[in-house]
Structure formats: C-alpha cells, structure tokens
C-alpha cells in the first residue's frame, strides 16, 4: 500500500509535475524508493529467499515496479507490470489533448527503465484501458525494449466497461492468472504444478474437469469439494482457507445431495485414492 494510503504510515507522494511541465520520473523514483526499502527489510527474515523475488505491481504500481526493476541495486528475478503506467485525463476514454508532453514524459522513463531493467518481465494490459490506451502501451514497450528491456506484453481483449479494473476484479484475474502462471513456469519461478492435479482430473467427467479448470483460474483463498459421486464445486476470493473450505464442501453437499470431500486448498490437491479408470479392448 502505498505511502499515505490506507493504514500506510508518511505523507502521499503523488507530485508529478502539470501538463506542461510533467515530472513522471520523480514520482515514479518516490515510489521506487519506498519499494527498495521495503526489500531491504525484507532481506532481513530469515525466511525470506532472495534469491527469488518477483515485483508486481498494478496502474501507477505497475510503473513503479519498473522504476524498482532499473535499479543496480535491486536484484529481481522478474517483474509483472498490470495495466502500469502514469497519466492525466478529462475522464474515462478522454484524453487530455494539453497532456501529450506528459505522456511522452512517461514514454521516455520507461526508456530509462529498459537500460538496466533486464531481468524478464511481463506486461499485461487489456484493449480497453481507460488510461493506458494500445497505442500508448506500444510506445512504452518500444522505448522500453529499445534501450535494452526484456519484456513479453500481452494485450488482452476489452474487459467489462473498463480494462483497467481488470487486476481487482474476479474476472479480470481468470484473464490474468493463467499469463502469470505461464510466465513463472518460463522462467523457472515457482507456482503451482499442474502435473499434482492429473490424477483428480483424469477421475472426473468432461463436466466437472472444466469446473476444476475453472477454479486453477481463480485467485486465493480457495478450495474444491467433489462429491461422493460426482461434482467438482468450489468457493474462491474468501478472507481464510478455513471460509474456503467450510463454504466449498457446504455448496457441495448442497448441490449433489451427497457426502462431499476436499480434493484442493488454494493450489495444493488433497491426497485421495481415485478408483481406476477401466479401458476396455
């Protein structure tokens, strides 16, 4: 949380200059800088493993993560920019037309960026960010990899009435969990493994596989119950896996009218024996 907001301690760092005079950098190295300190207390858990930390951050966090990313300092293994970026508007899909300098500001930071931020990052923006519109996002990424970033963008398609509420919203995470997940696994970073779920997906029906598949794609706390004999039901974005767990095996036995059993907590299946799946030749 930033400095300022929420129960976040400091006055809010949020000066960027006007239009005319834009100052992106300097807000975007405030933030960077609480962020590198943040790390640093970190490092100092003794279950902390530096070695493998990953930065991500959403709208103007997502560009502060790439402020944090440039720094010689700083030593990540990656870095997930959603939707990131700083600007100034008339409202939703109406830019200001006296802001184009402050744009262009924040068009050459990322270019500043992409000269030392070289560890893979991933970028994530839908079609119809109010705020960081396609042409804009290929700007930034030109710059960014032009002066040497490592960067995989993936624009996904219009989301709701607005894709910049996508990283907060239930749905918006289906769309993005999966690029996150594949990311990770590309680059030798731990998620879960999709191999742990083999042996319940191969005892399910087509029916209840797509309802396992859906419930990978949402965000924690979480948790599947299956039913005695048949069904795959599930409750997600819970305050506790303890609420996951109780309301999962509850919506179960209220939907198949039978005996139900957790097959998985967050990522993690729960060891059953599965009965063999017969072949006959």
């Known amino acids: 949380m930033r400095r300022g ?3 976040s301690d400091g006055n809010i760092a949020d000066d960027a200059g006007t239009c005319k005079a834009p100052e992106v950098g300097r807000y975007l190295d405030a933030h960077g800088d609480d962020l590198e300190s943040a790390l640093r207390s970190i490092a100092k858990r003794p279950d902390a493993d530096m070695s493998r930390v990953v930065a991500i951050g959403d709208s103007a966090g997502g560009a502060a993560v790439m402020d944090l990313a440039a720094r010689p300092s700083v ?3 990656a870095v997930v920019n959603v ?7 008339l409202g939703p899909f109406r830019p200001d037309p006296a802001c184009s300098p402050y744009d262009s500001d924040l068009v050459w930071n990322f270019a500043r960026f992409g ?3 070289h560890m893979p ?3 994530l923006y839908a079609e119809n960010d109010s705020w960081f519109r396609p042409g804009l ?3 930034m990424r030109a710059a960014f990899t032009g002066s040497g970033g490592n960067t995989h963008l993936v624009m996904l398609p219009p989301f709701q009435g607005d894709g910049h509420t996508m990283f907060f919203a239930p749905g918006g995470r289906q769309l993005l969990l999966p690029e996150l997940d594949g990311f990770l696994r590309a680059n030798g970073l731990p998620t879960w493994n999709e191999v742990d779920f083999a042996p319940l997906l191969a005892h399910l029906s087509p029916q209840d596989r797509e309802s396992v598949e859906a419930y990978l794609r949402m965000p924690t706390e979480k948790a599947l119950a299956v039913g005695s004999e048949s069904g795959a039901y599930w409750r997600e974005g819970e305050r506790t896996i303890g609420d ?3 309301k999962a095996l509850a919506y179960c036995r209220e939907q198949t009218k039978t005996e139900c059993s957790l097959a998985a907590e967050n990522f993690d299946p729960v060891i059953q024996r599965y009965p063999e799946v017969r072949t006959d030749h």
């Not at 939707?83 to 508007?89: E, K, V």
């Open 121 to 123: 990052s991933l970028w």
């Open 75 to 77: 030593r990540l293994s």
């Open 115 to 117: 000269s030392t931020a």
């Open 5 to 7: 907001y929420g129960n």
């Open 137 to 139: 996002v290929g700007r």
């Open 244 to 246: 996951a767990r109780t």
């Open 83 to 89: 939707s990131g970026g700083l600007g100034r508007r």
